[in-house]
């Protein structure tokens, strides 16, 4: 079993539409938790941290089940700009990140 | 502030050769860590360095080796390459802090032929 793992898409949605990504991270010691965006050939950039109660910026909203070591984000009201591969991240017990492969997303008009 | 710039940007070896690449992390970060990106893969780690001190390894052999600087910036370096190790090499810098998030550079995309 991989220690990050996400659905590797592609999602393929219209402009404006909701679009919901999971992840599930197997290390129940993990402490830290993030969602990075990678565009294509570029490096990953943060998009958000994710906070035990759940934390929403703009039109993006994290979500953090511990007990089912399980990590969701939720893009609301889509753009174009928003293609990307979404990347999950969650911290090791080597003062490493662990990645998922991410999920890749197109909007489409 | 300064974001983290890694150097060179793209690089061609021939298997056997060894390599050099470099980073600069962002202005107030005391720590750099090493990532390795396969197509379609997400980023594996290599090493971290802190206090110019190897502070945490992933599964990647000794010819993998670092170097962190009293400036804080970094290198890495690759000995006797092998045609699986064409990737984009990523460096990030963060404070020490465990729940720190990463800031990467722009990354070295490595071709060995």
């Known amino acids: 079993r991989k220690e990050v793992e996400q659905d590797p898409g592609p999602f393929n949605v219209p402009e404006g539409a909701t679009v919901a990504f999971n992840c599930t991270y197997s290390n129940s010691a993990s402490q830290s938790f993030f969602w990075y965006r990678q565009d294509c050939r570029k490096e990953p950039k943060l998009l958000m941290s994710?906070?035990?109660s759940g934390n929403e910026d703009g039109r993006f909203t994290a979500q953090l089940n511990r007990a089912s070591q399980y990590i969701s984000l939720l893009i609301r009201d889509s753009k174009l700009s928003d293609s990307a591969t979404y990347l999950c991240?969650?911290?090791?017990?080597?003062?490493?990140?662990?990645f998922g492969a991410g999920t890749r997303l197109t909007v489409k008009p | 502030e300064t974001g983290v710039t890694q150097s060179p940007t793209h690089l061609i070896k021939t298997r056997g050769q060894q390599v050099t690449l470099r980073c600069s992390s962002q202005s107030g970060h005391n720590t750099v860590s090493w990532y390795q990106q396969a197509l379609g893969q997400g980023p594996q780690f290599i090493f971290q360095y802190y206090r110019e001190e190897e502070n945490g390894r992933g599964n990647f052999p000794p010819r993998f080796s670092g170097l962190q600087f009293p400036n804080y910036s970094s290198e890495l370096n690759v000995n006797a390459l092998e045609l699986d190790d064409s990737a984009l090499y990523l460096c990030a810098s963060s404070l020490k802090a465990s729940d720190s998030p990463l800031h990467f550079g722009n990354g070295t995309r490595l071709t060995v032929t």
């Open positions: 991240v969650v911290n090791g017990d080597n003062n490493d990140m662990r």
């Open positions: 994710v906070y035990s």
